[in-house]
């Protein structure tokens, strides 16, 4: 069966994988409303808190980019986007890095301000259940409760992202993991005024700002990388993608190439893939060769479906090709 070029469709066990991330990016959404709305009904004058808030409402970014760019990716490509709609998933990936970046760097400076200024952040009393009780439990116990919901679908965003190949879900599980740590360090922060430490809550801050400012940089990075097309990388950009090489192998192995080269670029949750042929010496091509060399290539991984086998007479020079030399080993 011939695999469309730039296909939206994905194999059975993605699309199921999709469906699951799509639903819990919604589980996410409702949980960070709730929180959101918890957090700022306690947080009073503390700023370890406040920025725990702000945290929490850029935590609203990656899963609203990844549910739009969902959707966007199922376009099928046309005439203007011939390669389909799979840089969605790029763009949305560097929205959000940007706004991680733009809000750490802003709450750095805001709480490294507040640390130098050496501001003494009050926590008051409310009253409950006719008694009064010091804010800063309800801070803390708020803060506790928030830590659990990312926890957990942070790790099923991994291993979601890991099948589809999806760096704005990662991107989203990574952000979740800096929710947890946000919240943990408010408790420490909120705890520190407590016992007369007033520089902990603005230590706190600052602790919460350089991970949101972290986590922007590099998600911007990677996102930037993808979009100028350099060489495919794993789902968490911790190496090159291992496909390449597998293409690679798979055309040394047919007895009419004498030398491959493969170029391979991310779209999103595809691979764009330029595979380059050195034919056998006197070895005839035909167009159901190069037909098949392209489908047994898709065949290798559906994220390989946008693939095209090139015949050249010497491989380009950033696949080790060297002008003159047919890629056999040894000059003609």
């Known amino acids: 069966m011939t695999r469309q070029q730039g296909r ?10 999709l469906r699951r991330a799509v639903r819990l990016e ?11 709305t918890a957090v700022f009904l306690v947080m009073g004058n503390s700023q370890a808190m406040r920025a725990a808030w702000i945290e929490d409402m850029l935590s609203f970014i990656p899963p609203l980019a990844f ?5 966007l990716v199922a376009r099928p490509p046309g005439t203007r986007y011939p390669y389909g709609y799979h840089r969605s998933i790029g763009v949305a990936h560097l929205v959000a890095a940007v706004a991680l970046t733009v809000m750490g760097s802003f709450l750095i400076y805001e709480s490294a301000t507040g640390l130098m200024k050496g501001e003494h952040p009050p926590i008051g009393t409310v009253e409950m259940f006719g008694s009064q009780i010091w804010l800063g439990w ?3 116990a708020v803060m506790a409760v928030t830590t659990i919901p990312p926890v957990i679908v942070g790790r099923i965003k991994i291993r979601l992202a890991r099948q589809l190949h999806n760096k704005v879900l990662y991107a989203d599980a990574d952000m979740n993991k800096a929710d947890w740590m946000t919240a943990v360090g408010s408790i420490v922060g909120v705890a520190g005024i407590g016992l007369g430490f007033w520089w902990a809550d603005a230590a706190a801050a600052l602790f919460i700002a350089l991970s949101i400012l972290r986590d922007g940089l590099r998600n911007m990075r990677g996102a930037v990388t993808d979009l100028v097309d350099t060489a495919a ?7 090159p993608h291992p496909l390449a090489e597998e293409v690679t192998g798979y055309l040394h192995g047919l007895p009419w190439v004498e030398a491959a080269g493969v170029r391979m670029r991310d779209q999103g949750q595809v691979f764009h893939v330029e595979a380059f042929v050195v034919p056998v010496k006197g070895t005839p091509l035909s167009l159901s060769r190069l037909a098949e060399a392209r489908e047994g290539c898709a065949g290798i991984d559906w994220k390989l479906a946008d693939t095209v086998v090139v015949p050249v007479q010497n491989l380009p020079e950033e696949l080790g090709g060297r002008s003159g030399v047919h890629q056999s080993g040894s000059e003609e």
């Open 138 to 140: 309800l801070m803390m």
């Open 8 to 17: 939206t469709e994905l194999p059975q066990e993605q699309s199921d994988a």
């Open 233 to 239: 990388t794993t789902f968490d950009e911790a190496e």
């Open 26 to 36: 919604w589980i996410t959404i409702g949980f960070l409303a709730v929180t959101v």
């Open 67 to 71: 549910l739009l760019a969902v959707r």
